[in-house]
């Protein structure tokens, strides 16, 4: 079983920064992949950026050029660095691991630009 646990959501104005942290635990010998994805109120949950290794990442084009997603292997965590952050970024922000092909979610942590 693995567990995801996402810190670093908040309140900002547009314009600002944040960055997202998802740290997995449990027991499992290796992560394929980490993702974050995203839900609006209103809309379906997205693909924000994903991450198999630090040369193979891929993100929505709503964010490329703002956002960076990052991992550290060693602490089981991945990174979401957010900036220019705008209105429309607002969401829920929801960590995604896949271990043994099998899809991990974390809690999703509250994300919201103010304008």
């Known amino acids: 079983q693995v567990q995801l646990v996402e810190s670093g959501g908040g309140l900002v104005q547009a314009g600002g920064s944040l960055r997202l942290s998802c740290e997995a635990s449990?027991?499992?010998?290796?992560?394929?992949?980490m993702a974050w994805y995203r839900q609006a109120p209103g809309k379906q949950r997205e693909l924000v950026a994903i991450?198999?290794?630090?040369?193979?990442?891929n993100y929505a084009d709503s964010v490329k050029g703002r956002f960076t997603i990052s991992r550290d292997n060693a602490k089981n965590t991945a990174y979401l660095q957010m900036n220019s952050l705008k209105p429309e970024d607002t969401a829920v922000y929801y960590c995604?691991?896949?271990?043994?092909?099998?899809?991990?979610w974390g809690q999703g942590t509250q994300v919201t630009v103010s304008s």
């Open positions: 995604n691991a896949v271990v043994s092909y099998k899809n991990y």
């Open positions: 449990g027991t499992f010998f290796s992560i394929n992949a």
């Open positions: 991450i198999i290794s630090s040369t193979n990442t």
